[in-house]
């Protein structure tokens, strides 16, 4: 009986395995048309200073409205975009966008792209990031590049080269997702970050756990003594927001002030972002 079943069990992950990889065989194809055919879209989310809780950066998300499934997360389909190279000029497309968009904004809002470890191993990465800013005239010093820190996995000295040469442009380099994963405290001598951002499941666990208040008061301190800025990512509720307060973290993105949204409705003469919501 035990073994009929445990048959069965392996047909039904047979076939669910065969829809995964019909699933993403699909979605690779079509996202090779989707910037062709309009279907990518850039929204915003507001990161706030936390000793005045205004706006001082927003990051640009990217959205996948597919014209079948519906409205697609990245996690779904930046490993694809990853995995066949799309990336490069999805990637592209993106930062010129964000910055073209950025140039309205306060000039003391920074725009903040994330950058996948594949466009950082595609040749003329610093050349296409000059060349946009230069097309849309924005200043780098109002660009952060957000990298995770799969990109340091790579060949070390040509990243760090990289890195310095995006860095001595002016633009800003930020280790996103800090503290998930392999983070060594190394990474932090070894590249010219300006800032690091503190992964949401530290700050999701703050309220409940003093080890993760302790971890994040810790990373703060670490980080601002070494000249960076923190950002607490994930942020939904006000005791989270008090919390990252307390631990020191010099700016705050998340929920509690906004979620990422089309360009057309940031606003940034709204005084204390995120009072609306406080309870
Ligand atoms: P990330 O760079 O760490 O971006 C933050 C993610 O957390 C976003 O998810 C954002 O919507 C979400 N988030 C923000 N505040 C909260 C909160 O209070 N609670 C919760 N639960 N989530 C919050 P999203 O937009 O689904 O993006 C997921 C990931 O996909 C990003 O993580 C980034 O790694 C990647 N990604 C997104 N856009 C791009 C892009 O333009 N290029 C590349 N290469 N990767 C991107
Ligand atoms: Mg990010
Ligand atoms: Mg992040
Ligand atoms: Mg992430």
Request: with cysteine; charged share 25%.
């Amino acid at each position: 009986r035990a073994k009929a079943s445990g048959r069965h069990c392996w047909r039904f992950f047979e076939i669910e395995m065969d829809a995964e990889a019909r699933m993403q065989h699909v979605l690779e194809i079509d996202l090779r048309s989707a910037l062709a055919s309009d279907e990518l879209d850039v929204h915003y989310q507001v990161i706030v200073d936390v000793a005045t809780r205004l706006p001082c950066g927003v990051e640009a998300l990217v959205r996948w409205r597919h014209p079948v499934f519906g409205n697609l997360s990245p996690d779904r389909f930046v490993p694809i975009a990853e995995n066949t190279g799309l990336i490069v000029p999805i990637g592209e497309w993106i930062l010129r966008r964000a910055c073209a968009e950025a140039t309205g904004w306060p000039a003391h809002v920074k725009i903040a792209v994330n950058m996948s470890p594949v466009q950082f191993r595609s040749p003329g990465l610093v050349a296409m990031v000059r060349g946009t800013l230069a097309a849309v005239g924005l200043p780098p010093e109002r660009l952060e590049l957000e990298i995770t820190e799969s990109v340091l996995l790579q060949k070390h000295s040509e990243i760090i080269d990289r890195l310095h040469e995006l860095s001595a442009l002016g633009i800003n380099i930020v280790l996103d997702d800090f503290g998930v994963g392999y983070s060594s405290l190394n990474y932090l001598r070894l590249f010219p970050f300006s800032k690091i951002k503190i992964d949401r499941g530290f700050v999701g666990e703050m309220a409940r756990r003093t080890d993760c208040a302790t971890i994040v008061s810790a990373v703060t301190g670490l980080a601002h003594a070494l000249d960076m800025a923190t950002t607490a990512e994930g942020v939904e509720t006000w005791e989270q927001f008090r919390l990252v307060q307390a631990a020191g973290c010099s700016q705050a993105q998340g929920y509690l002030f906004s979620r990422p949204e089309p360009a057309g409705r940031l606003d940034f003469s709204r005084r204390e972002i995120g009072e609306r919501n406080r309870s």
